[in-house]
Structures are given as C-alpha cells and as structure tokens.
C-alpha cells in the first residue's frame, strides 16, 4: 500500500505537533511543509530532511499531495485553504479550529470542500477527550432524562495580568481561540441553538478577552462564560455542566460527575476512562483525531467535525460578536 | 546515580507549578502558598529528611528560588538534583504573546545576554548555523548556567533531562543525530543526559535500533497499576521495561494523579524490578513526612 503524501501549512507549534504524530501513524509521509518563516524553514530543513521545506504553496503543486494539514494562524485558513482546493488540487484537507475567520468564508469552504467531494475535517479535538465523549455516551443513554440547561465555560490564564495588545492576538480573540472548543462540544451535545444575548469585554487594546452569551435550543437553553484572562488557570480549561430532569451532570478535562437525587455521585476519573493511544504527543487527543482523519481518508469515509459541521461554530461566533 | 542498587526517592515539582492532572478544580483549591519559593523548600526539605534522595524539577524562576533557599538552609548536604528543561509551559505561554519565531528570538537573546560566556558563544554559533544541534547545545548551556548559578558549588546537578515534548518529537521524527549528539554533549559537561516521555515502548524501541547504551542515560516515564499514560498500554511498557535491565529507569505518575493510594502505589512500583527510582510530588508538610516514610519503608527497604 503506498503512503498517504500529507503536506503542513504552518509551521507553529500545532504544525510541528501534527506533522510529529503523523510522523507515527502507518501509511502516512509528511512530504512536504510550507511556512513564509525563512527562520522556521532553515530550522525544518534540518529536522525534516526527507520533506520538501518550501515557503510559498505554489510550489506544493507538483507533489501529487494526497491531503494537506492548515496550522497557519485563523485568519490565513480561507486564503490558504482556497489555494489548496482551486490551486494545488489537494481533495482531502485538515483545518486547525477555527474553519476560519468569518461565518461568511467558512461557508464558502464548506462549498469548496463538496465540490471536491474529499474528506475534510476541523481540529475541534475536545471531541476526542476520553471525558467528553464519555460525558456524550451517558447524555445519550438519557442517564439525565429530559435535558433542562446547560452551561459551558472557557478559562485560561493566557493574559492575565496583560494589559497590552501581543502577537498571540492574532490568534483571532478569545471566542475563536478557546471559545470555539466549549461552543463545538455544545453544538456535538445538544444540537443547534440561537444566540440571544451577549457581553463581550476588552482588557488589552480592542481586544477581546471575555465573553458571556445565552443561547436557547429547540428544549432547553444555555449560558457560556469565556476568558483568557482568569487567574490560576494554567492550563486552559473546559467545563459542561449539564441539567436535566433526572440530576445533573458535569465534565471538564479531568473527570465526569453525574448527580441525581437520593444517589451517590457517579465520579468517573480521567485514569479510568482508557486514555491511552499509541503515541502521545501534547494530550492524546491530536493522535485521536489524526488518526481519525487519516483512517476516514483511506477508508474513504466522511470524517467527524467535518468543515460543514464545524463552520456551525464560525456562525455562532458570528452571532455572538453581532449581538454584543 | 545510585550505583549501589539502593532505589531512589525523589521529590517532584508538579504541585509547586499547580499542577494537578487528576482535578484542576483540586490544584486551584490548594491556594497560592504552594506556589511560594519558601513553603515550596519547605515541602523539599521535609521530604528529604524523611527519605528522599533528591529533588526532580523544570528549570523555572520558581525552582531555581527553592534551590536557592534549599542551599542556604542544608548546609553542603547535597540532595540529588535531576533537572528537565525546557519548563514548556513557559515556553508554550510565551508562543502565545509573541509567535514561534518571536518566541525563539526572546530565547536568543536570554542566551546571548545571559553572563555565561560558552553560552553566549554556543548562541551565536546557532544564530549563524540554525543546527538543532547547535540551538540544542547553546541552550543547554543557559539552563545549566542557571542552575549551578542557583545551587552554588555546594549542590550538584546529577541530571539534565529533556522534556517530554522534545522527546517525543526526537522518536517521532527519528532525530536519532540529535539524540546522540545531545547525549555526548551533557556527558562531556559531566551529567547524566535524561529523557522525559510518556512513549516509554516506543522510546526503547527507538534507543536500541539506534544503539543508545541504556547504561548512560536516566529515563523518567509514567508507570502506575492503573496503566495510566503508559502508552500505548501498560503490558507493552511493562515488556519494554524488562527487556532494558541495565536502564536508569525512574517512575513518575506512580498515583496517576491521584487516582491511586500510596500503598498500591508503593506495591507497583516494587513489583517492577528494573524501576531504579520513584518521583512523587507532595503539597503539605504532613503529605511530605508521611510520604517518603511510607516510600522508604515500603518501597526502598
């Protein structure tokens, strides 16, 4: 069986975090990596020195790629992803969260994307946690009945205590970069909801740093508390918590809880949920959804947040900054 | 390390960083006192006195304060230091602010201003020849700067370990050129070159194809009964733990966060017969008196 020829856009620390783990996964060949860095690619040159190392996508083109990996900043994905689709003839194409940067250009990658009938998938990898999805299982088997209000948040310690305007902004504000993790697990859990209103406060110039917003479904409505500047979280941190008729149900990245009336509370730790994979690299959800994708692509299988279902989180986001 | 085939108990550094992987929610509610320098060299100092043979942590500001404070309080009654570098949340927070090529000019220039000459010299040669080899070393030479400008002539550094991230990345992307290098460069420094990682199997694989002698370096990885980030599962690292006898192997996440009590811990980690060492973090006092009893007791003796 030949090898899968994977080609990185962007050589940050998601770039070398993917293109390492690829590196592990069975019939896959990261061919080739693209940065506009001349310092990043000198040092890329030396650590891959089986890759083409190039600095503009163009000359990607004659690689015959068989899927391409975004880990450019948000704000390159539409141009790049839109060169990799109409320029380079790439079908199969994985996106760092989020699709983009807009509502607007998610939808026309979306577009892209079905008129090249490849697999496409967004690294929305809190799906993959071992405590989420679990969290999901148990939401399906109606452990909770019928579901009430929920609530999701999305804090890290980021800037705290900064009160200037950094490079890391373009990260695209707080809402793209950790916001968009608890607004997809929500999406994933409850299905579609609408935003009614919105709060969003700058600490750094014109930034974007904290943001509250309700949202009601078809059956129940939710609250979202998101903020890069919290003190004491040194790790970004998500949290559902979840209530329904029958009790109620939290999860973070550490632990699941139920808690019904008149029972001892189910606690299911993060040790005891399996989370093992063949190589961990960061948290072992990138080689989860690496592997999904990959798998999705020699299977010929549609992979799962595909950039349809993930460009429902560029809509919300949308709505949010239109409201507030 | 111990040549004696007496087992090492060391001390970690996780809950002076808040780190706690079992619950956030539980490293939040400790309070900031842990995170002081003093109370820190305290929790140290205790579990030295009670069995601890040294001290395992990332080169931070935080860390190199408690060696600080250790040196003044312990007279020249040197703990085993076993050092990993890079503190990659330092390093992954600055990215944030400042982009990766931000992030690696920031860390030049904390080279090349550092007042260690070799360093400085060591940081040029990397600007010009942007080798990892030569990014490696300049930078190993920084850290190694700080601490032994933190510890004195009265400690000594027993081992410098590279991080898991960098680790990994090394066996991912068969950088065996720059394993090797780096392993002749801290033992002509002489200390005992380490690796972090979480692939134990995949590591030792790695290190014997590419003819690494397991006999001078120190390897810490996770080994725990409940199998917790022994990947890709516990049977297989357990298998690749008995085919390197000879290895300097310390066990870390021996509780998986917490999920485990110390006695099953303890139990564990006696049963794997080629473990050399544990490493346990401790958060109060009590915690630290009772821990490396128990360890020295159950585990050493």
């Known amino acids: ?324 | 390390m111990s040549g004696s085939g007496k087992k090492l108990l060391l001390v970690g550094d996780n809950p002076f960083h808040g780190i706690s992987h079992l619950s956030e929610d539980r490293a939040r509610a400790r309070g900031s006192e842990i995170n002081m320098p003093d109370f820190a060299a305290k929790l140290v100092q205790v579990s030295l006195e009670n069995g601890a043979d040294g001290f395992m942590f990332s080169v931070s500001e935080t860390t190199l304060s408690i060696l600080r404070t250790l040196r003044k309080n312990m007279d020249n009654n040197s703990p085993l230091l076993y050092a990993i570098v890079p503190y990659a949340y330092e390093y992954v927070r600055l990215a944030t602010h400042l982009g990766t090529v931000g992030l690696a000019r920031k860390v030049a220039k904390q080279v090349i201003f550092s007042a260690n000459l070799r360093a400085v010299g060591a940081g040029l040669k990397c600007i010009i020849t942007m080798d990892p080899k030569d990014i490696l070393k300049a930078y190993l030479l920084y850290e190694v700067s700080r601490i032994r400008s933190a510890i004195g002539k009265s400690f000594s550094l027993e081992s410098i370990m590279l991080h898991e991230v960098v680790t990994e990345m090394i066996i991912a992307l068969n950088l065996d050129w720059l394993a090797k290098s780096y392993i002749k460069y801290v033992s002509d420094l002489g200390i005992k070159p380490g690796f972090e990682t979480r692939n134990f199997a995949y590591l030792v694989d790695k290190f014997q194809e590419w003819g690494i002698d397991f006999k001078k370096i120190v390897i810490t990885s996770a080994f725990n009964g409940a199998g917790f980030q022994m990947n890709p599962s516990k049977e297989i690292c357990e298998a690749a733990l008995t085919r390197v006898p000879e290895s300097n192997v310390i066990a870390m996440s021996i509780l998986a966060s917490g999920y485990l009590k110390l006695p099953e811990a303890a139990q564990y980690s006696k049963s794997l017969s080629n473990i050399k060492g544990v490493v346990v973090g401790v958060s109060k006092e009590q915690h630290a008196y009772e821990t490396f009893n128990f360890l020295r007791e159950k585990f050493r003796d």
Not at chain 1, 16 to 23: D, E, M, Q, R
Not at chain 1, 155 to 174: E, K
């Open chain 1, 1 to 324: 069986m030949s090898k899968l020829k994977v080609a990185i856009v962007g050589l940050g620390k998601m770039g070398l975090l993917h293109s390492s783990i690829l590196g592990i996964i069975p019939n896959v060949e990261v061919v080739a990596l693209c940065d506009k860095s001349f310092v990043l690619r000198r040092i890329a040159k030396k650590l891959f020195k089986r890759s083409a190392v190039v600095d503009d996508l163009e000359k990607l083109q004659n690689l015959s790629l068989d899927c391409a990996y975004v880990t450019a900043p948000i704000p390159a994905h539409f141009p790049i992803v839109n060169d990799l689709y109409s320029k380079i003839s790439v079908s199969n194409v994985f996106v760092e969260k989020t699709l983009a940067s807009s509502w607007n250009n998610a939808d026309q990658l979306c577009a892209l994307s079905e008129k090249n009938r490849g697999v496409n998938m967004v690294g929305y990898m809190k799906r993959f946690s071992v405590t989420f999805s679990k969290a999901k299982s148990l939401l399906e088997e109606n452990i909770l009945g019928e579901l009430d209000s929920f609530r999701g948040s999305a804090y890290s310690s980021d800037f705290a205590n900064i009160n200037q305007a950094s490079q890391g902004l373009s990260r695209g504000g707080v809402l793209s970069d950790l916001g968009s993790h608890i607004i997809d697990l929500a999406l994933w859990f409850f299905g579609d909801f609408k935003v009614e209103d919105a709060v969003i406060k700058s600490s750094m110039n014109n930034s974007e740093d904290e943001v509250t917003f309700k949202v009601r479904g078809s059956n129940l409505t939710g609250e979202f508390d998101v903020s890069w500047c919290k003190e004491n979280y040194r790790l970004p941190n998500f949290a559902l918590t979840v209530h329904g008729d029958k009790g109620t149900l939290t999860v973070n990245d550490s632990n699941v809880i139920v808690e019904s009336s008149g029972k001892k509370p189910l606690i299911l730790y993060r040790p005891a949920l399996n989370d093992n994979v063949p190589f961990l690299l960061g948290d072992p959800e990138y080689y989860r959804e690496d592997e999904h994708f990959i798998k999705s692509i020699l299977n010929g299988d549609s992979a799962e947040p595909s950039f349809r279902t993930a460009s429902k989180v560029d809509y919300i986001i949308d709505k949010v900054k239109k409201e507030a």
